[in-house]
Structures are given as C-alpha cells and as structure tokens.
C-alpha cells in the first residue's frame, strides 16, 4: 500500500527557515517524480516544486530561489528545505507523488501546517 | 504562465447531475485531471487523462475535454459529494510546470 507521511511543519518567524520531510511507503521514491503541493488557509491549490526520477528539479516562481526539493534515498524520503519565509508562505504543505506521463497527482500525503508569523 | 479558469461554486439538488467547468488556452490539447477535496482531507484524484477514473472511484464521475473547455460531470449526486473539486494540467513542454485551477465549492441542495 502506498502511504506518505509528512513532518516538520510548525510556527516559523518570518525570515526564518523550516525543513519538511514526506517518508514514503509503497513505492520507491528515487524512481519517482514527487512533488510539493501547498494550500493556504481558505484558498486553492498552488504547484510548488518537483523532482525528477533522474534528480531535475523544478520550481514556482513563488519560491524559486529560497526553496530547495531533495531526497534522501536510503530513508525513501523526500524533503522541502524552506529559507527565507515570509507570511505568505503560511499554508498546509502536501507531498504528491507524480505521474510521469501524464502529470497527475496519484498519491497525497495527509499535509503539514506551516505558519509564518511573528 | 498557462491558467485555468473554475467557477466559484456550483449548485445542485441530490440525484441531479453536476457539471464543473475548466475553462484554459486550448485545454483540449492538454490532459486534464480532477480531484475531489473535503474539508480537512487531503484532496483525492477522481478523474485523469480528461476522462479516465481510478480504481474505487464512483462511474458517477466522468469528464470530457474539448476545445478550451474540460468539464466533470457527476452523475445522480449524492450528499456525500459535496466538496471542492480542483482541475489540474501539466505544462511539460518548456516550463515544467504544474496548474491548478481556483477550485469550485460543489453544495448538494
């Protein structure tokens, strides 16, 4: 059965920086496409990085350059490396895994709740 | 950057059929994907590839696309239905980018 779980999620002061984690279950990350999906508080779905099987990143322009997508393959585990955070970053974080023909998101980690305020 | 366009919201009364519209540039030449989301939960794919279905996934739900409009269509809807529907492209050719649209609140009457 597939399963993803993340952590790390909290109250960061704005500035600051945060690491997310997904442990992933089911499958095996590193011959995945994954990705981070943020939703924040009232508001729809927002795209915010990917990775690729072969280790190509991709980002939002909202957090190209403070937000680093990685994995660890020995722990099957993909993380969000977040600098930089501003209140506007505030939202559940979800973990995905990707389809890699047709882009869809099959699998939902059950998101973590990140709030940027002083 | 490519968009994608939903209603707020859409109403209907159970056993009634819904149809959730996602208006974008020729969206007929891309693949859409549905999902369904519920108040606290994590949101669900209901519908890819414009009209294919999961497994464990209701016949009630089907899609089309056409044009620069794909639209979900929920069959006889239940109570149990109501929720926020999100429709979702991959832009793979230049970008890599991954678009939402806004999302509409289905309420069963």
């Known amino acids: 059965e597939v399963q993803l779980v993340e952590s790390g999620g909290g109250l960061i002061q704005p500035g600051g920086s945060l690491r997310l984690s997904c442990a992933a279950s089911g499958f095996t990350v590193s011959s995945n496409y994954m990705s981070w999906v943020r939703q924040a508080p009232g508001k729809g779905l927002e795209w915010v990085s990917v990775i690729y099987s072969g280790g190509s990143t991709y980002y939002a322009d909202s957090v190209k350059g403070r937000f680093t997508i990685s994995r660890d393959n020995s722990k099957n585990t993909l993380y969000l490396q977040m600098n930089s955070l501003r209140a506007e970053d505030t939202a559940v974080y979800y973990c995905?895994?990707?389809?890699?023909?047709?882009?869809?998101?099959?699998?939902w980690g059950q998101g973590t709740l990140v709030t940027v305020s002083s | 950057s490519y968009v994608l366009t939903q209603p707020p919201s859409v109403s209907v009364a159970p056993g009634q059929t819904a149809r959730i519209t996602c208006g974008g540039n020729n969206i007929g030449s891309k693949s859409v994907h549905w999902y369904q989301q519920k108040p606290g939960q994590a949101p669900v794919l209901v519908v890819y590839?414009?009209?294919d279905r999961p497994s464990g996934i209701p016949e009630r739900f089907s899609g089309s696309n056409s044009g620069n409009t794909a639209t979900l269509t929920i069959s006889r809807v239940e109570a149990g239905d109501e929720a926020d529907y999100y429709c979702q492209v991959w832009d793979s050719s230049s970008d890599h980018r991954w678009v939402f649209g806004g999302g509409t609140k289905l309420t069963v009457l």
């Open positions: 995905a895994r990707v389809d890699r023909y047709s882009g869809r998101f099959d699998y």
């Open positions: 590839d414009d009209s």
